[in-house]
């Protein structure tokens, strides 16, 4: 992000800061509560977003090495992410093409050129290239070339890796990330490893998780721990395409008055939440990033991988006390988040919650909201 920008999005902060305003909906919108109970719509959504749109997997330096490999999965799908002898990034069905077997159920690994599949031996290069069939003169009929593991559209991009869920459909991750490219470039997230990454089990439809990261409303009242290190109402939204921005000043955004606007910088000052359609928060603290994936499991519950980014330069061992801390803070401001999330759900089942209504300051959560129904829409698959 360009300094310009910067001084951009401190100066409007600051005006909200002088006038006691936040960035707001031009009218607050009334939700049903069968957005997040209806097992039809969820469907719609599997196929829609889930097997349509490139979809953020994890950090690029989770494989930074030749040879590296993780496993996952998400979203029903299981998946053998490699980089192979080039460099070059592979998303690998974890199934072997003799009779289905996860070639590996490690979650990670390093230094592995092939995979023997456990069941009876066939041996795959981490490319996908089938390379050895055990009793080969009994698989006349098997040419090699045409049993590789089947491999899904993959990307490296924006020190991320973006994967597609439907074979041999064309994975544009420049297009879908157009807006918000100069933004993630800007975070570095290459030069970042991951650290202690968590996974927690939401009772509650994702997309009600979702809606907790692009409100800042709820934070004076759901997480008073963390209240004093931010200004609480005052946001600055912008959309960047289906993705958005939202920037929430911390409470040392106040010294950015003192000194002159050529001197504005944004990161030191606020926590800006990347909202990527369709569920992935990339949350830009000053010193790390969060990178949140909210994964549907069924229609009223879902996975949240928390993985904490922090800078390859302090991530040695000094570092990590530092490091701890920033994280019991994400931990325990994330469970008060979904012990209430968790709670909305149960209600809406019950019958308790059938409508919900979204005020003009949780504008963030409207943008989600046409976000997805914009994009539902334009499929044809009006809900
Ligand atoms: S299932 Fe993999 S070799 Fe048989
Ligand atoms: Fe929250």
């Given at each position: ?8 999005l401190v100066g409007r902060v600051l005006d909200h800061l002088a006038a006691g305003t936040t960035d707001m ?190 409100e800042q409303y709820h934070l004076y009242y759901?997480h008073p721990r963390v209240t004093s290190a931010y200004y609480s109402d005052a946001v600055v939204i ?8 939202l920037v929430a000043p911390r409470s040392t955004m106040a010294s950015q008055a003192k ?5 504005w910088?944004l990161?030191p000052v606020a926590s800006i939440a ?11 603290h000053p ?74 300051n949780?504008?963030g ?19």
């Amino acid at each position: 992000m360009n300094p310009e920008l910067q001084a951009g999005l401190v100066g409007r902060v600051l005006d909200h800061l002088a006038a006691g305003t936040t960035d707001m909906a031009p009218a607050e919108r009334a939700v049903a509560a069968g957005r997040y109970l209806s097992a039809a719509r969820y469907q719609v959504e599997q196929q829609a977003l889930f097997r349509g749109l490139p979809l953020v997997l994890g950090e690029a330096s989770a494989i930074a090495n030749p040879g590296d490999f993780i496993t996952t999965d998400d979203y029903g799908v299981p998946l053998l992410i490699t980089r192979d002898a080039a460099g070059t990034v592979h998303a690998l069905l974890n199934a072997c093409t003799h009779r289905g077997s996860l070639l590996t159920t490690a979650a990670r690994g390093c230094g592995k050129q092939a995979f023997t599949c456990p069941y009876h031996g066939w041996v795959f290069a981490n490319d996908g290239r089938l390379r050895h069939v055990t009793h080969g003169a009994c698989f006349p009929e098997t040419e090699k070339d045409r049993h590789g593991l089947v491999a899904m559209p993959v990307a490296e991009r924006h020190g991320l890796i973006w994967v597609g869920l439907e074979p041999g459909r064309p994975l544009d991750v420049a297009r879908f990330t157009a807006e918000a490219a100069a933004d993630l470039d800007w975070l570095e997230l290459a030069d970042c490893v991951a650290f202690r990454p968590f996974t927690v089990t939401c009772r509650s439809n994702w997309k009600l998780v979702v809606e907790g990261f692009v409100e800042q409303y709820h934070l004076y009242y759901a997480h008073p721990r963390v209240t004093s290190a931010y200004y609480s109402d005052a946001v600055v939204i912008d959309r960047l395409g289906p993705h958005q921005r939202l920037v929430a000043p911390r409470s040392t955004m106040a010294s950015q008055a003192k000194v002159g606007r050529h001197r504005w910088r944004l990161r030191p000052v606020a926590s800006i939440a990347y909202y990527l359609f369709p569920n992935t928060m990339v949350i830009a603290h000053p010193d790390h990033v969060a990178l949140v994936r909210i994964v549907p499991v069924t229609v009223d519950s879902c996975t949240v991988h928390w993985t904490m980014l922090i800078p390859r330069a302090a991530s040695d061992a000094t570092w990590t006390p530092h490091w701890e801390r920033a994280r019991e803070s994400h931990l325990t401001t994330f469970a008060e988040d979904v012990a209430l999330t968790d709670g909305i759900q149960a209600g809406m089942q019950g019958g308790a919650v059938p409508d919900t209504v979204i005020g003009r300051n949780e504008w963030g959560v409207i943008n989600c909201i046409d976000s997805i129904d914009g994009y539902l829409d334009a499929l044809g698959q009006t809900l």
